[in-house]
């Protein structure tokens, strides 16, 4: 609508894998509604679902017809955020989806490219996160689940839409599920929260990435 202010995207998942909660949708739902560098935000929750997310995710961009659009999932595991640089066609569950579908060496798209990589500037996202004291890494792979599923359906959907950059952000577990998890890592919501604020300012304000060393041995 005239003289409202352009929209950022910003998504999250349902719980999975016998969890209660999914903490990429408690931060993300913390910022819906909020204006960051001129643009209001809109969350929306995906299902932990191989196509249901796309389903979803496609309205949404259709919907809102965002200038930006970010999708945050969790990594249980990862000890810090993880700006994730590219998204491959391939489906390969190790475990069954919210649907109970398990694709298994299966393309995201048919006839779509191997890869797409990230059209953030994640390397400019790194440093202000880093600033900030939130730990954060760049991350060469998103897995084969249905997080790399719902990012490589957003770069293959923003690929006809130019005017448009997208990512996606993992997340480690929040500190109630690593409690279940003895040993594993963990940040609380809000500074995922925070972070996801820092690193959206960024990519609005950043139309070229700045050169930084960030690739990794294994």
Same mark, same amino acid.
């Given at each position: 609508? +005239? ?12 719980? /999975? ?5 999914? +903490?990429?949708?408690?931060? $993300? ?7 960051? *560098?001129?643009?209001? %935000? ?7 679902? /191989? ?12 919907? /809102? ?11 249980? !595991?990862?000890?810090? &955020?993880? &700006? ?8 390969? *569950?190790? @475990? ?12 995201? $798209? ?23 004291? %939130?730990? $954060? ?24 839409? +130019? !005017?448009?950059?997208?990512? /996606? @952000? ?27 604020? @820092? ?10 990435? %700045? ?8």
């Amino acid at each position: 609508m +005239p003289g409202q202010p352009p929209i950022v995207l910003l998504t999250g998942f349902d719980a /999975f894998d016998g969890e209660a909660l999914n +903490p990429s949708w408690d931060a $993300v739902s913390r910022l819906d509604g909020e204006v960051i *560098a001129g643009h209001r %935000i809109v969350a929306q929750r995906l299902p932990v679902a /191989f196509g249901g997310a796309l389903d979803v995710l496609r309205a949404a961009i259709t919907e /809102f017809d965002p200038l930006l659009v970010l999708c945050v999932g969790q990594a249980g !595991g990862r000890a810090q &955020l993880s &700006l994730e640089r590219v998204a491959i066609n391939l489906d390969d *569950a190790r @475990i069954p989806d919210n649907a109970g579908a398990s694709p298994v060496d299966a393309p995201i $798209v048919a006839d779509g490219p191997a890869a797409y990589f990230a059209t953030l500037p994640i390397k400019a996202m790194l440093q202000a996160l880093r600033d900030a004291g %939130i730990p $954060v890494e760049i991350s060469q792979t998103a897995g084969t689940y249905v997080c790399n599923h719902a990012f490589y359906g957003l770069m293959h959907a923003l690929h006809a839409r +130019p !005017g448009t950059r997208g990512g /996606f @952000i993992h997340i480690p577990y929040s500190p109630a599920q690593a409690a279940r998890h003895p040993g594993a890592p963990s940040l609380p919501v809000e500074t995922v929260a925070d972070g996801l604020r @820092i690193a959206l300012a960024v990519a609005l304000e950043t139309t070229s990435d %700045i050169r930084i060393a960030a690739g990794a041995e294994h």
